[in-house]
């Protein structure tokens, strides 16, 4: 496919996201591999770094509830530009905390902050994007956070060299430099007659959606999976191996490279294979996964860590795209905002308390009971979600017209 017809083949929208996505994860991945260890540094203890990190996804949980009935009901485009806008000042905030209470404080903001951003932002996809497409466009944003991960770990080591201040510094000047591109350049695309069966959105009958609920309880290992990543995961390192900063930010930078390399290509392939067994097969990824962060550091293997991420990337390429694709069907039109929001509330959960209980484990049964313990989990989750996906055929609306 040459540019030309690759530039052609996604709305403009999804281009400037494409771009404002790369800007903002260069900079907040180059803070990740180095983030645990500067809180430790700061507060001198493994419990305030589990409470800290916590703090924002719980927080996140609150505004999550209401982020997507608001992105549905005001659009998608107020949503995006005061997350971001309201996502810069933690970022400022890091840079000059000092103790345990200033951290948890940026930390509360910054989840509420962010958990507006994604109901809005996935369902702008699914106003713009047809159905046969998704998977593939929620891939290529997937691409271009990873573009982030495979430069930004790179950067962060250098920043950390010459000041960590200037590391928070970046972040939050690239959160407002997406800000403007949003206000500037990407249209409003909830639909007129959506908005207006939106104004006053029926209350949510739960009963009605156990499909959705369903889904969103059986990603939480995924995302407990990644809170011990963020949070655990480099100590754990950092226990077994001298240069442990290197071989995590290696680790990072080899993920976000081969997701830029294949996640779109990947997505094509998985497009038409039927989803449950899509799904399926990336929780038994993940679960591999979670055997290879356990066994790598204890055997003090680098060579295991190396393959687990390799796993790892090809989990995370067609299990994510497909999750969303499979929110975007099932989702009522008038919907779309609060089924994203509602589905996202799995990070919420699961990363604020995954950092306080993997440290409790960590410190009690140490990181392979603990990566161990999670693989147990993705596995049961996976099987669960295949079983259920049998008896449970998933509705299909038809989608709205799209309105140039």
Not at 122 to 130: G, H, I, L, M, W
């Amino acid at each position: 496919m040459n540019l030309s017809l690759l530039l052609h083949r996604y709305d403009r929208t999804i281009w400037i996201r494409v771009c404002g996505t790369i800007l903002t994860t260069v900079t907040s991945f180059a803070i990740r591999p180095f983030m645990a260890v500067y809180l430790y540094n700061k507060t001198g203890s493994i419990y305030y770094i589990g409470i800290i990190l916590g703090l924002a996804p719980l927080a996140g949980i609150f505004s999550n509830l209401v982020a997507g009935g608001m992105a549905d009901k005001y659009g998608r485009k107020p949503l995006m530009v005061w997350s971001l806008l309201l996502q810069s000042l933690p970022m400022f905030g890091f840079a000059f905390a000092s103790t345990p209470l200033q951290f948890c404080l940026i930390s509360v903001v910054n989840g509420l902050a962010s958990s507006l951003y994604f109901p809005a932002a996935n369902a702008q996809v699914s106003d713009v994007v047809p159905e046969s497409m998704r998977a593939e466009v929620f891939a290529l944003l997937h691409t271009a956070l990873n573009v982030g991960a495979a430069v930004g770990p790179m950067l962060g080591l250098l920043l950390v060299s010459i000041n960590q201040k200037l590391a928070f510094i970046m972040a939050g000047s690239t959160l407002l430099l997406n800000c403007l591109l949003v206000f500037l350049f990407i249209p409003e695309t909830l639909q007129q007659k959506v908005k207006a069966h939106s104004a006053k959105p029926e209350p949510l009958r739960w009963g009605d959606h156990k499909l959705l609920l369903v889904l969103t309880a059986l990603s939480l290992p995924i995302t407990l999976l990644y809170a011990q990543v963020e949070a655990n995961f480099p100590l754990y390192l950092q226990q077994n191996f001298a240069n442990y900063l290197t071989i995590f930010t290696s680790l990072m930078t080899m993920n976000g490279t081969i997701v830029v390399l294949s996640a779109v290509w990947l997505a094509r392939r998985t497009e038409k294979l039927y989803t449950p067994n899509v799904l399926l097969a990336g929780y038994i990824l993940f679960s591999l996964v979670g055997i290879g962060y356990g066994l790598g550091p204890w055997a003090k293997s680098v060579a295991l860590l190396f393959c687990a991420e390799v796993i790892f990337t090809i989990g995370e390429c067609i299990t994510f795209p497909n999750q969303q694709k499979l929110i975007a069907r099932i989702a009522p039109e008038n919907m779309r905002g609060r089924y994203f929001s509602i589905f996202g509330m799995n990070w919420g959960v699961a990363k604020s308390i995954g950092p306080l209980l993997g440290g409790i484990v960590f410190t009690h049964a140490g990181g392979l009971a603990l990566f161990f313990a999670i693989s147990a989990l993705l596995l049961l989750a996976g099987l669960t979600l295949r079983w259920i996906s049998g008896k449970t055929p998933a509705p299909a609306p038809a989608p709205l017209p799209l309105s140039k």
